[in-house]
């Protein structure tokens, strides 16, 4: 099990996208948050940015759709290179076809679920997912405060991963920083999403290693640790 650290560019110069990417190049993903100002109360960006990130090279790309029709997209971001592509429980409407076609379009297959939704119905068949993104804030925008409310979800679907016995990574995104990524590891995290704590640092390479050592330190003493 090891930590992964994966910044959120809503937080970067969209403008220097190139030389964002290689502020943070000790990180082990960038987050692309993708939102169509209807699933979510913001518009952001979608393929073009996606593309202008993986052919920039030096991380893979994490997918964060936040649209209200990822059966119809999705597939197109793991078309353009996209190393993981997440889309929302409360959007998809054939989740695990979905995810089967992400895989065989050769990205890993992630679904994510709001503060409020119950991912009670995943659980049987998790396998299907390489990732599952707990969202700690209601999604949509950047720089929200990390709701402690989350938790227990974080730790339910932990204990249906190790249950399972399938390599499910759980990512955690929204108001991650120094403080609140010891509750998230020690719940069960292992992929920290983190936009203004990376990027509103003025050393971004270094808080992204603080931010691993840090989530690696409390997961080593949780009981679900594997080496
Ligand atoms: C929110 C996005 C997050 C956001 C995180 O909808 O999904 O990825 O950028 O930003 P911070 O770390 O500032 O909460
Ligand atoms: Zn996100």
Redesign the pocket.
Known sequence: MHVKIAP?I??CDIGLLNSELDRIASADLV?V?V?DGHF?P?LTWGLPVVEAAVRHGGLPVDT?L?IEDPDRWAVDYANAGAKSVTFHAEAVTAPITLARRIRAAGAKASVAFRPSTDPGPYLDFIDEFDMVLV?T????????R?LDATLPKIRRVREAVTASGAQVLIQV?????RKTIIGAAEAGADVF??????FGSSDPDAEIRFLRSEAERILRGTRFYQA
Do not use: C, R
């Open positions: 959120s809503l937080s987050h948050d939102m979510v913001n964060h936040m969202m804030v209601e999604p949509g925008f950047g720089g929200q990390f995104d929204g108001g991650i920083d999403v983190a936009g203004s704590a990376v």
